[in-house]
């Protein structure tokens, strides 16, 4: 195959996203924007990743460097094609072919870049172009099959401007032969700048065709604006749904589940309504995950029963046939195969051992206001409700706390703890401090 390289034109300003944040860095399904492009191109093959910045977008630069990708800075804002040509340093010498996108599309797919290059294979040069109503975007003039030129709206005349076939921002060309076109570039527009859409004419002079690859409306989506963030955010969540659904994963009302770009869910898990994934999470086959739970950072074993209006924290790992139930949180603990805590606990930074029961009410206090401690419940112990483990502490095997303790030293296997104060009863007490508060609000209203 031959060598490929990618561009992502990301030094736009977004200033109607009215947000301190670079536009590329506003997250789609729990992944910054710029993320999406770049898995996208890593899934069409491409091996070079080129992402151009805007002066001071420092967490951009960071984002794209961590996950590969080399950056340049554009100066000044002088166009798109000024921008693409800013790769040239990194890329001129390039011995392959290379495709330019814009950084703010979250939903391109690999599969158009792949069918960019296998089009530019057959005519030497290609553009994506998809059907629109919309007037906001260039309309794609086709002759013979071939691209014949891209004319933006405000410049179109009323025949241009009735043809729907509209340019979506996505050029692949023998890497060579770009730059040599981008740097003919002129700015004699209005706008004084220099435009990609520019670019086939060029191709066109010294012979190379353009074809023009079509794709959905939707996929070639934009975001410049909250309300188009959230527009690709209801698509996103839409695609990540059904590959789930396709997969084998049972989702009693999969318009309510939200899931991150990253969630891993085997076939024969069962997900009730209103369920949020985080980051980082995998749900293995046969758990059931009930409605209003929350899961980021865990990992839930096969067989494993959460919820419902459970939260798992970073850090949760659920082994086989565990249950979390209603208003369980877990934090960077293990729970080992079989154990349960069904109903109104904290189980942060512990082990849970296996075939254990922590009762109602329970919490392991981990946390002393300076630093995290550790508590580990051994195998088969029974927690019972309304027990504080004050950590670090360690219970055996077998442990039985009695409900209401707070357990501040370590417990033997097969104790029974119980830490709580003396029960008294004292004869006719309450019926005493009745009759005296009655009548002292009697008095009062006097």
């Known amino acids: 195959m031959t060598a490929r390289a990618g561009i992502i034109l990301a030094a736009g300003q977004g200033t109607r996203m009215k947000s301190a944040k670079p536009k590329v860095m506003h997250e789609?399904?729990?992944?910054?924007?710029?993320?999406?492009?770049?898995?996208?191109?890593k899934g069409a093959g491409i091996e070079r990743i080129v992402v151009v910045t805007a002066p001071g977008?420092?967490?951009?630069?960071?984002?794209?460097?961590?996950?590969?990708?080399?950056?340049?800075?554009?100066?000044?804002?002088?166009?798109?094609?000024?921008?693409?040509?800013?790769?040239?340093?990194?890329?001129?010498?390039?011995?392959?072919?290379?495709?330019?996108?814009?950084?703010?599309?979250?939903?391109?797919?690999?599969?158009?870049?792949?069918?960019?290059?296998?089009?530019?294979?057959?005519?030497?040069?290609?553009?994506?172009?998809?059907?629109?109503?919309?007037?906001?975007?260039?309309?794609?003039?086709?002759?013979?099959?071939?691209?014949?030129?891209?004319?933006?709206?405000?410049?179109?005349?009323?025949?241009?401007?009735?043809?729907k076939l509209c340019n979506a921002g996505i050029m692949a060309a023998e890497a060579k032969a770009f730059f040599q076109w981008a740097a003919k570039l002129?700015?004699?527009?209005?706008?004084?700048?220099?435009?990609?859409?520019?670019?086939?004419?060029f191709a066109r002079a010294d012979g190379v065709n353009c074809a023009?690859?079509?794709?959905?409306?939707?996929?070639m989506m934009g975001v410049n604006s909250r309300a188009e963030l959230a527009a690709c955010e209801a698509v996103m969540q839409e695609r990540l749904r059904a590959k789930l659904l396709n997969d084998g994963v049972g989702m009693t009302a999969p318009e309510t589940v939200?899931?991150?770009?990253?969630?891993?869910?085997?076939?024969?898990?069962?997900?009730?309504?209103?369920?949020?994934?985080?980051?980082?999470?995998?749900?293995?086959?046969?758990?059931?995950?009930?409605?209003?739970?929350?899961?980021?950072?865990?990992?839930?074993?096969?067989?494993?029963?959460?919820?419902?209006?459970?939260?798992?924290?970073?850090?949760a790992v659920l082994e086989e046939d565990v249950h979390i139930g209603n208003f369980v949180e877990v934090k960077k603990a293990r729970i080992e195969k079989g154990a349960k805590a069904n109903h109104l606990t904290y189980i942060g930074d512990a082990r849970v051992g296996a075939g254990a029961n922590v009762g109602a009410g329970t919490i392991t206090c981990n946390y002393d206001g300076f630093d995290k401690h550790f508590t580990d419940i051994g195998a088969g112990a029974f927690i019972g409700s309304d027990t504080a483990l004050v950590a670090p502490v360690k219970i055996g095997d077998g442990v039985i706390t009695a409900a209401g303790s707070v357990i501040t030293k370590d417990v033997d296997a097969d104790a029974l703890a119980v830490a709580r104060g003396e029960q008294k009863q004292i004869a006719g007490w309450a019926a005493k401090f009745r009759a005296r508060k009655t009548a002292e609000k009697a008095a009062k209203k006097k």
Not at 191 to 200: N, S
Not at 212 to 219: D, H, I, K
Not at 265 to 283: K, L, R
């Open 28 to 41: 789609i399904a729990h992944l910054p924007i710029l993320g999406h492009v770049i898995a996208a191109m």
């Open 57 to 163: 977008a420092d967490a951009v630069r960071a984002f794209a460097t961590g996950l590969g990708a080399e950056c340049v800075v554009q100066d000044q804002q002088l166009g798109t094609g000024h921008a693409a040509a800013c790769a040239a340093p990194l890329l001129k010498d390039f011995p392959g072919v290379l495709i330019v996108s814009y950084g703010d599309m979250p939903l391109v797919t690999a599969r158009t870049f792949e069918e960019s290059f296998a089009a530019r294979e057959q005519a030497g040069m290609a553009i994506v172009a998809f059907h629109s109503e919309s007037k906001a975007y260039g309309r794609v003039i086709v002759d013979n099959g071939y691209l014949y030129r891209i004319v933006e709206y405000k410049d179109a005349d009323e025949h241009q401007r009735a043809v």
């Open 186 to 201: 002129e700015n004699n527009n209005a706008q004084k700048e220099f435009y990609l859409t520019d670019i086939p004419a």
């Open 212 to 219: 023009v690859v079509e794709a959905e409306e939707r996929e």
């Open 258 to 315: 939200y899931l991150a770009h990253d969630t891993v869910i085997e076939a024969d898990a069962q997900i009730g309504p209103y369920v949020v994934f985080g980051p980082g999470v995998t749900v293995r086959g046969g758990a059931q995950i009930k409605s209003h739970s929350h899961l980021e950072g865990a990992e839930v074993g096969k067989g494993a029963l959460v919820g419902p209006y459970a939260r798992l924290r970073p850090g």
